[in-house]
């Protein structure tokens, strides 16, 4: 039983590891187009800052959503649903010929894609027992900044040169994945207890409802994720959006900046797989402290860097403990909420945190646009992470050690 136990888990983080290498690359992929569609378009500033926003703006319904449905008809099936669509409306990206176009398939490829991100941690979560859910998510998140670093890679070939090519490769990379998970993903063996218990108990399956986030047990737990994940995602996205553009802020070359991205990230993968191990053997209050410590120490790093190799050093000081953190927040939203719930609760804990993702980068342009320059954004950031650090720990006193 124990064997087939260590099997179920290892394929499913692993498929898991898969698409969120995928949601990487598109993450990267907006930025890493952006001159090309700008070109092609022919698009000013603000219509490729609103082509930004798109896919992050459509994470949000698709968080909403995916995690809700996951909790009522289960979490295979979303999950593939929800990655046909990421699939589908990335490859109409490279036929589109609008921008109106454009930033509807951008919005509904970022909604397939926020609608499967909840369900891969719900997953990785409820594949293992109790004990490891940090070490599994930390495991599967960890997928997302080496599809990152994998495409910061590709950006410097002659394939990746060519916009359209990023596109293909998100579009493609996923439909490749969809069999795989038809064949070999296990639905969450929780998920089918809880629909076991339900039928025989002659009752319908247990209906996921937004108010159970609510009720008196999840209430002070739903408030203090959702403000740790609002506030955390704003720092985690002025990074990702932002740290190119605050290196040449700062009189480095756009070379510089996407070395120094490169270094964020892979920086990140080691950051997210340790601070994953850590949640489960340390207490969870140490780690919380570690990892925003981390981020404060490599922020005040970026702020007092000197020279390239200083600069370098504090990105990869901050990649490892902002990308970490988010891994971290996931698994503890796996742990806090119980099996009927954890997709719903998920889902909408990051949705909130979509919504600090949007505000972060257009807060870190209108600092820049201000006049405050790259020290003033790095400075803004610090008291986001020390509000993340107080909500988290107050949740941290609400669960069992």
């Known amino acids: 039983m124990e064997k087939s136990d260590n099997k179920h888990a290892i394929v499913t983080v692993a498929i898991c590891f898969l698409i969120a290498v995928i ?49 009522r008809i289960g979490r295979k099936k979303v999950l593939i649903w929800s990655t046909a669509v990421f699939a589908l409306f990335t490859l109409c990206t490279v036929w589109v010929n609008s921008f109106n176009s454009l930033l509807a398939v951008r919005f509904l490829a970022g909604a397939g894609l926020g609608a499967a991100m909840p369900i891969l941690i719900t997953l990785a979560s409820e594949a293992v027992t109790p004990q490891n859910r940090g070490r599994a998510v930390g495991l599967m998140y960890c997928g997302m900044p080496v599809g990152a670093a994998i495409l910061s890679l590709i950006a410097t070939t002659d394939f990746g040169a060519n916009w359209k090519n990023v596109f293909y490769l998100g579009g493609l990379l996923p439909i490749i994945v969809i069999p795989l998970m038809i064949w070999l993903l296990p639905e ?28 008196t047990e999840n209430r002070i737990r739903t408030f203090c994720i ?31 900046g996407a070395t120094a991205q490169f270094y964020f990230m892979v920086s990140a993968t080691v950051g997210t797989i340790i601070l994953g ?6 207490k969870k209050a140490y780690v919380i402290i570690l990892m925003y410590g981390g981020i404060l120490a490599g922020l005040f790093a970026l702020n007092g860097a000197g020279s390239l190799t200083q600069m370098y050093m ?55 646009a201000a006049g405050f320059g790259a020290a003033g954004v790095i400075s803004a950031a610090i008291p986001c992470i020390i509000i993340s650090a107080i909500f988290m720990l107050l949740l941290v006193r609400r669960i069992p050690q």
């Open 23 to 71: 949601e990487g690359l598109d993450i990267q992929a907006a930025g890493i187009a952006a001159a090309g569609i700008r070109e092609y378009f022919g698009l000013d500033k603000s219509q490729l800052g609103v082509f930004f926003s798109a896919g992050i703006l459509g994470l949000l319904p698709g968080a909403l959503i995916g995690g809700r449905i996951a909790d």
């Open 277 to 282: 191990m850590l949640t489960d053997r340390w």
């Open 226 to 256: 959702w403000v740790s994940y609002f506030f955390t995602l704003m720092v985690v996205y002025i990074m990702l959006s932002w740290l190119p553009s605050l290196f040449t802020e700062l009189g480095f070359s756009r070379k510089d």
């Open 314 to 368: 504090a990105s990869a000081l901050v990649g490892a403990f902002v990308i970490g953190c988010q891994g971290v927040l996931y698994a503890f939203g796996g742990i806090v909420y119980p099996t009927e719930v954890r997709g719903t609760g998920v889902g909408v804990g990051s949705a909130v945190g979509r919504i600090g993702a949007m505000l972060g980068p257009a807060i870190a342009g209108q600092l820049l």
């Open 188 to 215: 969450s063996r929780e998920f089918l207890k809880t629909q076991d218990k339900a039928a025989s108990a002659e009752d319908a399956a247990p209906k996921a409802s937004f108010k159970d986030l609510f009720n």
